[in-house]
Structure formats: C-alpha cells, structure tokens
C-alpha cells in the first residue's frame, strides 16, 4: 500500500549499509596495525607472517560487500516488508556478516591466500556491530517519530462496513512508521450512532476536511457505492489530499492483485503465484552456471555410459521426448536412452498395467525397460542430458516435472496452473516420494510449490534431493 515510501526507505538504507561495510575495513586495518605494536613480536607473526598496505586488501572490501549484499538480499532484510520487527532485521544483518566470514574464510583456505585473520575477524566484527547498532538506532528514532503528533500521518477511511475496519486494523498494525486512523466516514448516509469514531457522512466531508488535519483519505467501499467515488476524487483534488482505493471487491481468492503502468494507462493485474521478478533472475544465472559446470564436469561420464548404452541395446544413445513446458509451450526432452528400440510403440499392450492414476503412465517392472535402464532410471543417471535443457532455458533445476502433451490434455482446470512455472529436474514430487504418491497429490504438491515459491525452497529441495537420488528412493 505504501510500497514507493518503504522502497526509498530501503534503498537509502542499503546505501546506508553499503558505505558502514566499506568503511568498516580502513577501521579494521587500522586496529591492526595498532595491535602489532601491542602484541608479542612471535605471537604477532604467528597471526599473520606479512601485514600488507591496505591497497593490496582492495579487493576484498569488493568482493565482501558484494557478498553481504547478496547474502542480505537473498535472507529477505530489503524486501519490501514493513512488518519485519526490528530484531529480524538485525539477526538477518549479523547472519550475513557471518556468511561473508565463512566464505572469506574458505577462499583463503582454498585459494591459499596469505590473509590475515585478525583483520578479517576486526572487519567482520566492526562491520556486522556498526550495522547493528545503525539498525536499532534507526529503529528507535522511528518509534519517536511515530508518537509525535507532528509527524503522524493521518488517514481518514471512506466506509464504515467490516471490509473497512479491517483496512483500519491493517493500518493500526503500521503504527511505527507514523500511520494514525482520524476517523471513518460512512457512504450509506446513516448518523454516526454509537461508534465515536464516525465522524459523519460522505456529504459531511468538506467540513471534516476542514476541521481536521488529513493526510490522506482511502476509499474502502462496495460495489454499489463506488458511484460516489468522482466526488471524493474530485473534492480531494481540490484540497490536494491523496487519495486511495481499497481494491478489494475483485475476485481474488485464488490470486495476487498488482497495479502496474502501461504508459499512463492503470493496469490491475491478477497473477496465479506471486511475482518475484529479481528473484527469478538470479534463479536464471544460477540454473545456466550450475547447468554448464555440471555438463562439463560429467562429459567423460557421458562418454562411457553412451558407450554402455550403445554395446547392451539397439537404438540411440540420447532420447528425444516432446514435452510441454511453460504455459504449455512444446520443446524436445533429452534423456539416456533406458528403454529398449520402439518402446512408445508397444505402449498400449501394456498400458493396461498402470500403477499410478490420472493421466501419467508408471509401471514398476515396465517390460520396455533395458537391465543398464533401470540402474539408469533408480540412480536417476538417464536425466542427465536434461542439464542441456536447463541450459538452453527451457526446463529448471528445481519445477514441476515437464508432462507429455498427451497427459496435459487430460488435466482438468485446477491441475493446468502447474504449467505456468518452467519445469524442473527435481521437484518436491520427487523428494516426497515420487511414484509413490498418487497423482491428484502429486498435482497438489506442485501447485504447493508455485504457491511457496523463493530461492531457499528452491536450495532446500535441491539438498534433499541427493539422498533421495543416492538411495533411489520411490524409483521405478
């Protein structure tokens, strides 16, 4: 509702925590040096054999800062939440600090790099302490600001009914940030009776206006009522107060409501699962380097199980599948071939022997499948090739698994808003159980996911799917 004022707010205090993090370096360097002269010769060659100019340590204030930023961002501590107590924001600051500690650390000890620990350990330390207290500072001053009358902002609510109140308990909630409710007008024309904080009717309003301070004025009506809003709007414009519309009254029980611009045409836009568009860049990036690195690591696996592949069975090495991706858009699936030459052909003599309901095929002892198949399918090496998908960007490291054209026609309505996510490798399906649950709740647990969607669901499937690829659990 307020989201341009909490977005400049976090934007000046990652500015804020940006120039605390480059600043907390000079400080640490210069508590090093002073502590050379402090310790023992012998205990301070041990800490650190050579001490260089700061300029040499340049590019660790870089990397640090870059890396607190993303640790920060990726925990949540900018996101654009005005309910995050205080305390949440500076355990998310520290845990950051810690995790650029860690990852300082392990670059040293990987790349062998002769850092000094203690100036590591000063910077961190300085760095996570002044970001910490700035928070809490900021954090109190805020609350002083919110009870001085001064500089509250006082809102006055159009509407008296239970949709009304709410957007009044709403803002309550808000407090600190300086939001007060003046009052409530009532669009029914009825007398204020005995709720106090009814300070009169729509046409009572210029006066209101009048006696009163008013910041701004938020229209929370019905449908029948919005015949009124052209002279709310219009006497607001006239007295220069802002004004909002509480758009409550579409139906969104099933969706996320957003306003955006088109030019300087309003649009409201109705999304399925919620928009995290920064969010899905970097989940992009990740997919495409973890995609290429993992193709180039396993190349000469590649080779040798082709090789497997080619001398136990006819056919091809690679597999190609038509599958159906986002919002259904149609692209080629690439796995190692684990069934035996003609296999979709002979479906339909066995298809009969279906272990699994709805639309998807899943047999336990499929007769299709190549004995080298099976250890392929249960150790999940034939979908290996999907890599080559993920890299291309049609497929997901982690997102529902691609369906064949032929099963998305028989979806019923509910079931389809899996296909607005890309597909995935791996999927809570597969960590859950796999072929071991039934597809209405292999449906559920999709649309689970696009409902839950962050980057942390998607790193924590993606750890709990190694024991179940080691284990082969719930393969067929």
Known sequence: MFREHAKLFNRLQFVADMLITCAAFP????????????????????????????????????????????????????????????????????????????FLGFLSFALKLDLSRPLIALFISYQAAVIAISRMLIAVRRRHLAHSSKHCRNILIIGTMAKARKMGGLISRYSDWGLRILGYIDVNGSPPGEMSDVLGTVADLPQIIENNIVDEIIFVGDRPSLDLLDKILELCKEQGIRTRVAADFFPTKVTNLSMEFLENVPVITFSPAPEHGFSLLIKRFLDAVISAVLLAVLLPFFVIIGLLVKL?????????????????????????????????????????L??????????????????????????????????????????????????????????????????????????????????????????????HYIDNWSLSLDFKILLRTFPVVLFGKGAR
């Not at 136990?312 to 699936?333: A, D, H, N, V």
Request: charged share 25%; glycine share 6%.
């Open 354 to 447: 279906n272990e699994m309901d709805g639309p998807v095929f899943k047999m336990r002892n499929d007769p299709r499948v190549t004995p080298l198949g099976r250890f392929l399918r249960k150790s999940s090496i034939d979908e290996w090739p999907q890599f080559w998908n993920v890299l291309k960007g049609d497929m997901s490291l982690v997102g529902p698994r691609a369906p064949l054209p032929d099963e998305v026609k028989e979806y019923t309505r509910w079931q389809r808003r899996r296909l607005s996510v890309k597909p995935g490798i791996t999927c809570l399906w597969q960590v859950s159980g796999r072929n071991e649950i039934d597809f209405h709740e292999w449906m559920k647990l999709d649309l």
């Open 312 to 352: 136990t069975s006819k056919g091809p090495i690679i597999y190609r599948q038509t599958r159906c991706g986002l919002y259904g858009r149609k692209f080629t699936l690439y796995k190692i071939r684990s069934m035996r030459e003609g296999a979709e052909d002979v479906l339909w003599e066995i298809k009969h």
């Open 27 to 102: 400080l640490a360097f210069w508590s090093r040096l002073h502590l050379s002269k402090v310790l023992p010769a012998d205990l301070d060659s041990l800490l650190n054999p050579v001490l260089l100019p700061i300029q040499q340590y340049l590019w660790i204030v870089v990397l640090a800062t870059i890396c607190w930023a993303a640790a920060a961002s990726s925990l949540g501590l900018y996101r654009i939440s005005m309910r995050r107590s205080s305390w949440g924001k500076v355990r998310i600051a520290l845990e950051s600090s810690i995790i650029v500690w860690l």
